[in-house]
């Protein structure tokens, strides 16, 4: 895994000062062979994924994108995984931007707005539970000016 986050590092840095595309993509690779062979992803192996998932071709990156919200999906009650679908959707949806895929990139960032709304409730929620002597300033911080939504 180390060996995967340091290739991961490598690519993110080439990208960045390289824009060499060729040689990342041989990090990417590299760190696709052994996720891919795995059964299950958890939370080490999605960020790993989030961030190389895009230097494949779209219809690879794709199918990559897909079983990692289904992993996020089936593990979601293991501690910040639901936090990693939002930056998936996002992702995937700038992807699809670049690749001039505009419906499918509506599709991806109207989900990403609703998991994102949902993560306001639930944070919105636990800080009234939370605070309860602190209700208007919550109100006022989350925006809601009518306490009746």
């Known amino acids: 895994m180390v060996e995967d986050i340091r290739s991961a590092c490598r690519a993110q840095f080439l990208l960045s000062t390289e824009n060499d595309f060729e040689n990342v993509h041989s990090y990417a690779i590299k760190i696709w062979e052994r996720l891919s062979n795995l059964d299950s992803w958890y939370s080490i192996e999605l960020k790993l994924i989030n961030n190389i998932f895009f230097l494949f071709p779209l219809d690879t990156g794709t199918a990559i994108v897909e079983r990692a919200l289904r992993e996020i999906n089936k593990f979601s009650y293991i501690n910040g995984n639901y936090r990693l679908k939002p930056a998936y959707l996002l992702n995937m949806t700038l ?49 809601v000016s009518d306490r009746t939504s």
């Open 95 to 143: 992807l699809l931007i670049n690749n001039r895929q505009f419906p499918g990139a509506c599709r991806y960032a109207d989900q990403a707005i609703q998991e994102c709304a949902g993560a306001l409730f639930r944070l919105r929620f636990a800080a009234v539970r939370a605070c309860p002597a602190h209700i208007d300033w919550i109100y006022i911080f989350f925006g």
